[in-house]
């Protein structure tokens, strides 16, 4: 079985809990949807559509539920491509190990009436660009694979 790769650097003596996560690779005309965040009490970052998986939900219901309340698109999970896990600190400066599972997903639906996370604009780029964009290696990771798989 292939390790799972571990990105960030953990600050010393701090706690970082897991925390189950699943994001989506999902393109239209050739571009990847990206995500804008810019939660009130944090920095603004550029991620990958997707979030934390509820308890007992399975992963490719999570993207799915996460991708359309972020960008009002609905999608389906069609393959994974990657694991990654990532020391992160979010906006409210909670510390979390993210465990996540990366999917390429289809594109079903705009259904902007959906989307209800005020914080997160929807925006697509190039993959190479949206590559050079992303503010975690994780999820530079995952486009990397979703790349290669071309």
């Known amino acids: 079985m292939a390790k799972v790769p571990q990105f960030g650097v953990p600050e010393p003596g701090r706690a970082y809990p897991d925390r189950p996560v699943a994001f989506g690779v999902g393109v239209r005309d050739g571009l990847v949807a990206l995500v804008?965040?810019?939660?009130?009490?944090?920095?603004?970052?550029?991620?990958?559509?997707?979030?934390?998986?509820d308890p007992g939900e399975a992963a490719e219901v999570a993207v799915a539920r996460e991708f359309v309340e972020e960008t009002g698109l609905e999608v389906a999970a069609k393959?994974?491509?990657?694991?990654?896990?990532?020391?992160?600190?979010?906006?409210?400066?909670?510390a979390y190990n993210t465990?996540?599972?990366?999917?390429?997903?289809?594109?079903l639906a705009a259904r902007p009436e959906r989307k209800i996370e005020a914080d997160h604009t929807l925006f697509w780029r190039?993959?190479?660009?949206?590559?050079?964009?992303?503010?975690?290696?994780?999820h530079a990771w995952?486009?990397?694979?979703?790349?290669r798989r071309g």
């Open 99 to 107: 465990r996540g599972v990366f999917f390429a997903v289809d594109i």
């Open 126 to 138: 190039a993959p190479a660009e949206a590559l050079t964009m992303l503010s975690r290696d994780s």
């Open 79 to 94: 393959g994974r491509l990657t694991l990654a896990d990532h020391f992160f600190v979010n906006g409210a400066s909670e």
């Open 36 to 53: 804008r965040v810019e939660p009130a009490d944090g920095p603004v970052r550029i991620d990958l559509p997707g979030g934390g998986i």
């Open 142 to 147: 995952a486009l990397a694979c979703w790349l």
